[in-house]
Nanobody, 120 residues
Framework: QVQLVESGGGLVQPGGSLRLSCAASGNIFGTYAMGWYRQAPGRQRELVAAISSGGLTRYTDSVKGRFTISRDNARNTVYLQMNSLKPEDTAVYYC??????????????WGQGTQVTVSS
């Protein structure tokens, strides 16, 4: 069974940066699109960034220009570089495989996520 393990979250001041990592057990990366989601308190989980198997990327409008998704297939790891963080970025962040690059639907069970808190 594939497991997803997110890490790299923490407390950061507004304007700061964090780099999240998602490591997957098993060989699920090579031909699959991957995505980063987040869920803020009282809100639905949303897809914030996606990357295709070939490296195409897309982002939700609220993070464009600030977040960068990347992947290392050799390490079965996907990253989310988050710059210019805002308090509204506070959420638990999760990664998941996408059914297709243009999908928002996750294909696997969720991992535990990693908490990102942006506050002064």
């Amino acid at each position: 069974q594939v497991q997803l393990v997110e890490s790299g979250g923490g407390l950061v001041q507004p304007g700061g940066s964090l780099r999240l990592s998602c490591a997957a057990s098993g060989n699920i990366f090579g031909t699959y699109a991957m995505g980063w989601y987040r869920q803020a308190p009282g809100r639905q989980r949303e897809l914030v960034a996606a990357i295709s198997s070939g490296g195409l990327t897309r982002y939700t409008d609220s993070v464009k220009g600030r977040f960068t998704i990347s992947r290392d297939n050799a390490r079965n790891t996907v990253y989310l570089q988050m710059n210019s963080l805002k308090p509204e970025d506070t959420a638990v962040y999760y990664c998941n495989r996408l059914r297709t690059y243009y999908s928002i639907t996750p294909a696997l069970d969720w991992g535990q996520g990693t908490q990102v808190t942006v506050s002064s």
